[in-house]
């Protein structure tokens, strides 16, 4: 009993040595199994702690790619900004550079334009003092040729004030008595202006003269050697003489016939000096004209009041039309749309 035959190899063992072998087994499997298990934990742990390792350096990673992924957009809108704050200087630059070349330009077209209103001012005056120049010397000449021609009569300058006369003739006969006055202007132009006769005319009554004569080297229209325009004598200069020599001696026979009229009444003397008067004469005149200006005006409205009386009579006439027209389509379709009546004049206080 204390001896036990192995199955196996048909030994026999003492019962103790098995149980102890048995045992030591047991303790060998047991301590295995806890040393596997052992293992396994430590195992487990090592691979979560790899896998705590490899999350945390997946974040890492992910961290650092996403903050490299910032950074390279950090840079890149870094080198946008750079490259459009280059742009913008590069822009800024250029638009000052045309700015400046734009005012550069400016400016010198700005002194071309000075210069050419210089040069045109000169020009002008150049001109103008050409043709005073002109006027002058023609002033000059046809006042010695009259001063030579009529011995006896007075040329004096005009008075200040009176800018449309050049030089003032008194006529006089061989006793030195005066017979009247005669305004003298000449004109070197290239234009004929009418407006030299009113200048003219009004010059002559403010110095109360006889007669004016406006020497010209363009005449109006028609004019060949003289003619009366306005009340004013215009000539060229080869008929200034002549036609002074008419005027000077009808206005000394004017003044030989009122000197040779007798009154014994002084009142009626006096009246016939103040009617005969050059004075009473240039008044009347100066009436005449603003009679004719007012009859041209008065003439000018009735021609404009006729155009619009007549523009109202074919628009009334044309609306009558149209109504009538109208009203008679609608009887077409309506026959029983009653005729229109003719409408009642009524009488307006003024009898119309």
Same mark, same amino acid.
């Given at each position: 009993?204390?001896?036990?035959?192995?199955?196996?190899?048909?030994?026999?063992?003492?019962?103790?040595?098995?149980?102890?072998?048995?045992?030591?087994?047991?303790?060998?499997?047991?301590?295995?199994?806890?040393?596997?298990?052992?293992?396994?934990?430590?195992?487990?742990?090592?691979?979560?702690?790899?896998?705590?390792?490899?999350?945390?350096?997946?974040?890492?990673?992910?961290?650092?790619?996403?903050?490299?992924?910032?950074?390279?957009?950090?840079?890149?809108?870094?080198?946008?900004?750079?490259?459009?704050?280059?742009?913008?200087?590069?822009?800024?630059?250029?638009?000052?550079?045309?700015?400046?070349?734009?005012?550069?330009?400016?400016?010198?077209?700005?002194?071309?334009?000075?210069?050419?209103?210089?040069?045109?001012?000169?020009?002008?005056?150049?001109?103008?003092?050409?043709?005073?120049?002109?006027?002058?010397?023609?002033?000059?000449? &046809?006042?010695?040729?009259?001063?030579?021609?009529?011995?006896?009569?007075?040329?004096?300058?005009?008075?200040?004030?009176?800018?449309?006369?050049?030089?003032?003739?008194?006529?006089?006969?061989?006793?030195?008595?005066?017979? @009247?006055?005669?305004?003298?202007?000449?004109?070197?132009?290239?234009?004929?202006?009418?407006?030299?006769?009113?200048?003219?005319?009004?010059?002559?009554?403010?110095?109360?003269?006889?007669?004016?004569?406006?020497?010209?080297?363009? &005449?109006?229209?028609?004019?060949?050697?003289?003619?009366?325009?306005?009340?004013?004598?215009?000539?060229?200069?080869?008929?200034?003489?002549?036609?002074?020599?008419?005027?000077?001696?009808?206005?000394?026979?004017?003044?030989?016939?009122?000197?040779?009229?007798?009154?014994?009444?002084?009142? &009626?003397?006096?009246?016939?000096?103040?009617?005969?008067?050059?004075?009473?004469?240039?008044?009347?005149?100066?009436?005449?004209?603003?009679?004719?200006?007012?009859?041209?005006?008065?003439?000018?409205?009735?021609?404009?009041?006729?155009?619009?009386?007549?523009?109202?009579?074919?628009?009334?006439?044309?609306?009558?039309?149209?109504?009538?027209?109208?009203?008679?389509?609608?009887?077409?379709?309506?026959?029983?749309?009653?005729?229109?009546?003719?409408?009642?004049?009524?009488?307006?206080?003024? @009898?119309?």
């Amino acid at each position: 009993m204390d001896t036990i035959i192995c199955p196996h190899c048909k030994k026999s063992f003492e019962l103790s040595q098995v149980i102890i072998h048995a045992l030591q087994e047991a303790a060998e499997l047991k301590q295995k199994a806890v040393f596997e298990k052992e293992k396994a934990g430590i195992q487990l742990k090592a691979e979560e702690k790899i896998k705590k390792e490899l999350e945390l350096r997946k974040s890492t990673n992910q961290k650092l790619e996403n903050q490299l992924i910032s950074l390279k957009k950090a840079q890149e809108e870094n080198e946008r900004k750079r490259k459009e704050e280059s742009e913008k200087i590069k822009l800024d630059a250029q638009k000052k550079a045309e700015e400046d070349q734009r005012l550069k330009l400016r400016e010198k077209d700005l002194q071309l334009e000075q210069a050419r209103k210089v040069n045109d001012e000169l020009k002008r005056k150049l001109d103008e003092g050409s043709q005073q120049r002109q006027g002058e010397a023609m002033e000059l000449d &046809l006042e010695e040729n009259l001063a030579s021609t009529f011995r006896y009569d007075e040329f004096l300058p005009v008075p200040k004030g009176i800018t449309g006369g050049d030089i003032i003739q008194i006529v006089r006969n061989k006793f030195g008595s005066t017979a @009247g006055s005669i305004l003298w202007e000449a004109k070197r132009s290239k234009t004929w202006s009418k407006l030299w006769l009113i200048k003219l005319r009004e010059d002559m009554r403010k110095i109360d003269a006889n007669d004016c004569i406006l020497v010209s080297d363009v &005449l109006p229209p028609n004019v060949k050697v003289y003619e009366r325009i306005d009340n004013v004598w215009v000539t060229s200069y080869a008929y200034a003489l002549p036609l002074a020599s008419v005027l000077r001696d009808g206005l000394i026979k004017v003044a030989i016939a009122k000197s040779s009229a007798s009154h014994t009444d002084e009142e &009626l003397r006096g009246l016939y000096r103040l009617i005969t008067s050059e004075s009473f004469k240039n008044k009347f005149e100066a009436r005449n004209e603003t009679i004719r200006n007012m009859k041209l005006g008065l003439e000018s409205d009735e021609r404009a009041m006729d155009r619009i009386f007549k523009r109202r009579k074919v628009e009334i006439e044309k609306l009558e039309r149209n109504n009538n027209q109208l009203y008679s389509e609608l009887q077409a379709h309506v026959p029983s749309l009653l005729p229109l009546k003719e409408p009642e004049m009524i009488e307006l206080e003024s @009898g119309e």
